[in-house]
């Protein structure tokens, strides 16, 4: 398989972020030139890159996949409410049929928004792995744990599960295993311990929800005479394996013990503002810290979409407002964290993330010939204040076309559409 992009604008997000007007050559699955001249080649695949801008595909770190199916079900309700009488009630019903729906939808939406890699935190993950090895996007997912079992699993069963989930996924192509403890206030002591052991064991990601709310911390306070972040330090979850989500209400304290340990953050803007957590996650203290920084949707119940151009866009206007300060995080600071950050945190700065001689084709192509994206002083700056998901025009992952101008080559979009709209109806539907 090979394409080639030619007469196009790249913003490569190298270590110099440097841009070039020319083309790209992909071959097997990786880019085998980048030049600003043109390439004489023939390829499979032949994409015009007049008046469109090409960049590494987005990145994101946060996010719970089948939740599509619950999109707009309880919006504008207290977070305790929203669980409790609408979610958990439905998440009790699936299955794996429906999360493999649900899965599909959610992949679509990626696909057709420029987000190539995705973090989850779900359960079914081997449902959602085999969906996404089908699409084409490539996938950390993970393994949840909850201390009283999950609508998958018991209790009893979670821990041989998760070696066997490992060891499936383990060194596949496209999909990578990560433990996934819910998050300290619903894993309690003895099963972080164990976790830290399986994780430590197969030398895999952990990822966990941790500080998002000020009842969490309040909860895991009392409960345990501890903040969540050592918590998780304490029974050795805190380690350049870890991957915080949220992190909205951390102290300049628990920010040096996640540098100390080389953990990464997730965050999730949309998602905090839409639920009203009421924490601010001081990003920009963390980057002063040198932590690693990216950006997750979480769920589309709570976003309610998967665009990452959204959340870039949500995320620097926050902490401007925030911070009275219209510098604080600058437009290319945060495409970083959909990019390049979005590869350090999953540990794949050497494989995606930036547009290189010899990385994977992650590659992402946008049509500029726009009128709001018209004139064009700065194409980073477009990219997070005036671009959106239904910009994108090409999305390729692992050196394949999933998308090109609308046409979608992995998955019916028909038929996924239709197929979520009847599976949403029969879980929201009352018994």
Not at 155 to 164: A, D, Q, T
Not at 276 to 301: K, R, Y
Request: a negative charge; charged letters at 25%.
């Amino acid at each position: 398989m090979s394409i080639l992009i030619h007469h196009a604008h790249i913003l490569t997000q190298n270590d110099k972020r440097k841009q070039i007007f020319g083309s790209i050559y992909i071959e097997d699955g990786k880019i085998t030139e980048l030049s600003s001249k043109p390439i004489s080649v023939e390829a499979d695949y032949k994409i015009n890159g007049s008046k469109k801008l090409v960049l590494p595909g987005l990145i994101n770190t946060h996010t719970h996949i089948p939740m599509t199916l619950l999109r707009g079900y309880g919006d504008d309700m207290v977070l305790s409410e929203w669980l409790e009488d609408r979610i958990w009630p439905v998440e009790a019903k699936l299955d794996s049929s429906s999360v493999e729906i649900g899965t599909k939808l959610g992949l679509l939406e990626m696909i057709a928004s420029g987000t190539t890699t995705f973090l989850d935190m779900y359960f079914f993950e081997d449902t959602i792995g085999k969906a996404c090895q089908k699409a084409g996007v490539r996938a950390f997912l993970g393994f949840a744990f909850i201390d009283y079992g999950t609508p998958e699993y018991k209790s009893e069963v979670l821990f041989s599960e998760c070696e066997k989930f490992v060891k499936r996924w383990k060194g596949s192509d496209l999909v990578e295993p990560v433990i996934t403890p819910h998050g300290v206030y619903t894993v309690g002591p003895e099963n972080l311990e164990k976790i830290s052991t399986i994780a430590k064991k197969h030398n895999v990601l952990i990822h966990t929800h941790c500080s998002e709310t000020r009842d969490e911390v309040y909860e895991v306070e009392k409960k345990y005479g501890c903040r969540p972040v050592e918590q998780l330090k304490k029974y050795g979850l805190l380690t350049r394996k870890m991957i915080l989500a949220h992190c909205g209400w951390i102290t300049k304290g628990e920010i040096t013990d996640i540098k100390n340990a080389g953990s990464r953050v997730s965050h999730c803007p949309v998602s905090n503002m839409k639920i009203a957590t009421g924490g601010f996650a001081p990003i920009p203290e963390m980057l002063e810290a040198n932590i690693p920084v990216s950006l997750g949707t979480d769920g589309a119940a709570s976003n309610n979409t998967l665009d990452m151009f959204e959340t870039m866009k949500f995320c620097a206007l926050l902490h401007k407002q925030h911070r009275w300060d219209p510098k604080v995080l600058p437009a290319q600071t945060v495409l970083d964290f959909a990019t390049i950050n979005g590869a350090k945190t999953l540990d794949m700065e050497n494989v995606i993330g930036s547009i290189e001689v010899g990385k994977k084709a992650d590659i992402i192509v946008l049509d500029f010939n726009k009128p709001r994206l018209t004139p064009c002083h700065d194409f980073v700056s477009h990219l997070v204040y005036a671009s959106n998901g239904s910009d994108v025009f090409a999305t390729i992952v692992n050196g394949k076309p999933l998308m090109i101008d609308d046409e979608f080559f992995t998955l019916d979009r028909d038929k996924v559409i239709f197929e979520a709209e009847k599976c949403a109806k029969d879980l929201t539907s009352k018994s």
